[in-house]
């Protein structure tokens, strides 16, 4: 069986520059993949094991740093899949279903995929040490195995067993980022 690559995108390299079409702004916020920050769900049980371990008085500072919270690890995680699609983009221009995801169907401009990649890690990473150094610390740990699953020279997410293992070690993490709210 054939696959054949849609028109106008015929190398790999064009996946580094911007490709044919035209880049939206809802380009740009499928690769932050929005609809995916539910996930983030999972930092609840943290924050209940740190209350009922510590007590906490309910107040509008602890409010503050729970929607800080969920707003860095949402931040961190858009990161993460931003330079997820876009590193992934020469392989999905090979595939009959994923070339028609927004960096390889051209409805993202690649270099300010890589500025929105950058500044979603910092402003992510930022908030999360306002919220407190400790959760800030976690913050670059999501960063950091994000990096590791996506980012050559060897993406554990192209090595058998490894790529479970980095996905799974969100989990345990996930409930850390909770307690440190």
Known sequence: MTVSTPPNRTT???AVMPLS?????????????????VK??????GIFA????DGFE????????LLAGFAAVCLVASSNYVV???????SDLAHPIKCH?????????????YVQWIALMVVGVGIGFVVGTAFGITMLVLRIIGCVYNIRPVPSKD???????????NNPHRMQRGWYK
């Open 12 to 14: 790999a390299f064009s």
């Open 21 to 37: 079409g035209k880049a939206t702004w809802r380009g740009h916020l499928a690769i932050a993949r929005v609809d995916h920050w």
């Open 40 to 45: 983030q769900v999972f930092v609840l049980p």
């Open 50 to 53: 740190a209350f009922s371990s």
């Open 58 to 65: 309910f107040s509008s500072a602890l409010v503050f740093r």
């Open 84 to 90: 997820n699609e876009v590193l992934d983009a020469p």
């Open 101 to 113: 995801r927004p960096v390889p169907s051209g409805m993202v401009n690649v270099p300010l995929a």
């Open 159 to 169: 090595l058998p067993y490894f790529d479970e293992q980095s996905e799974s070690l």
